[in-house]
């Protein structure tokens, strides 16, 4: 990410996420939840969350004044998602076996955050071309 190069998942203040995720793909409903330690940061008008699923893995959203960024780096993935109710974004998923063009269009947009404790809140849905992969919600907390 632009401007970001100094934030990595050891600055900004300690907090504890928990996130769950409830994806409907091909007509079946996944849930997953899962706790992690993480970081909150805030570089000019924007906030950070960021912690890593493994130790390939990185997750970041960044929170600006029109919406939410997702990225999820790994030794052999890289996406990037943003989510703004008013806009279809499109973007290319990285993996192994070379790109995959998607479009997100999002539903929902959800942050509220005051002394390091907060939700973040995102319903989306995911295409490629003009067929719908899946839809998905994001529900995730954090506190210091």
């Known amino acids: 990410m632009k401007g970001t190069s100094k934030l990595t ?18 007509g079946q409903l996944n849930k997953y939840q899962q706790e992690f330690s993480g970081r909150l940061a805030k570089v000019k008008e924007n906030t950070y969350l960021r912690y890593e699923e493994d130790q390939n893995l990185t997750v970041t959203f960044k929170v600006d004044e029109k919406g939410i960024w997702l ?11 943003y989510f703004d109710e008013a806009k279809h974004y499109e973007t290319n998923y990285q993996t192994p076996f070379g790109a995959i063009k998607l479009t997100c269009q999002t539903q929902k947009v959800l942050f509220e955050e005051e002394n390091a404790k907060g939700q973040l809140a995102v319903d989306y849905q ?4 003009e067929e ?13």
């Open 126 to 129: 995911l295409f490629s071309g």
């Open 9 to 26: 998942v050891t600055n900004g203040k300690p907090i504890k996420i928990t996130i769950k995720t409830l994806q409907q793909q091909d």
């Open 71 to 81: 990225t999820r780096n790994g030794s052999q993935m890289k996406l990037r998602l």
């Open 132 to 144: 719908l992969l899946g839809e998905y919600k994001i529900r995730l907390q954090f506190e210091a």
